[in-house]
DNA sequence: AGTTATTTAGTTGTACACAATTTAATTTTA
DNA sequence: TAAAATTAAATTGTGTACAACTAAATAACT
């Protein structure tokens, strides 16, 4: 019936798929004390970098669009992590900026990778070699839905 | 523990965030002519096998609860892929099993495989060792999350 | 047997994710 | 420069995910 190859492939994808909904398990854990979600920390952890940037500068880097992020970044306003506002440059781009407490959350998420890696223990060879495997398959993707 | 270790740690689970979703982007072209989901196919696989499974059996297989397994299968039904019926032996259990109509798009889905593969070219060598990575980070999160 | 514990689905509420559309602001171009 | 095209967010609607809880059926135990 089916080649090997095409079998092989439908598993990756229900693992990547699977692998996922686990990370996210994970860190939901890790960030229960923090309580914020998986993409909201994305969102933190370019906050803390450059402090302000647009919803869509925001979207490009996290692959996000205004759909996904307005009514995110409108619950991280609620609770006080964030702020928004129209740029007076370009009133159509909205600027998000950490706000006090927002920051004051870096140091509470400075444990997480370390906590991260005990949870899934890989070889540093295995774990460059993945990464490697998956910017690729990421290229290839993300170059066809474009 | 090395910092770049955390960091890239960090990435990796960046990266099979973006990669389901850019997965899952993919299949909802590839289904779409099919009008089911991702989620949705992955129960037809199951079933193009072996009929019919409780709804527990599909959450085993899926990593999926009920709050998850019960709307989908409902619009499963509501589409007329799918029947459910309360088992006769054991009156908790529901029996999920495919209709005429669900079978019906196995056909329509044997291309969808090698159309997967089409749009993300890898070596075999690649992709098995992708798949062992993923397997055992797999068994570690799901070790974890009991 | 009768009570207690466990199991199985379903329900409720929250939070993404994204397609499709809308609105307003800015650019482009005719 | 006025009209057309483009851009940036927001909105609307659908579909997962999952935690926490409920209800009903079955199993286990005294």
């Known amino acids: ?11 990756i994808c229900f693992k990547i798929y699977t ?3 686990e990370i996210t398990k994970l860190y939901r854990e890790l960030l229960k004390e ?4 998986y993409p909201q920390y994305l969102v933190l952890l370019l906050l803390w970098e450059k402090h302000s940037l647009s919803v869509k500068e925001l979207g490009q880097r996290l692959f996000l669009d ?10 991280m306003e ?13 009133e159509r781009s909205v600027i998000v900026s950490v ?19 005990d949870n899934i223990p890989m070889g540093k060879e295995e774990l460059s070699t993945l990464n490697e495997t998956l910017t690729s ?7 066809h839905s474009k």
């Open 99 to 117: 706000t006090e407490k927002g920051n004051a959350l870096k140091e509470k998420a400075e444990c997480i990778p370390s906590q991260l890696v």
């Open 66 to 75: 205004s759909g996904t992020l307005t009514p995110m970044l409108k619950r």
């Open 137 to 143: 398959m990421l290229e290839q993707l993300q170059n």
């Open 19 to 21: 692998a996922e909904r």
């Open 34 to 37: 923090l309580n914020v979600t």
């Open 78 to 90: 609620m609770n006080g992590l964030v702020e928004r506002k129209r740029s007076e440059q370009d």
């Open 1 to 11: 019936m089916k080649s090997e190859t095409l079998k092989l492939e439908n598993q």
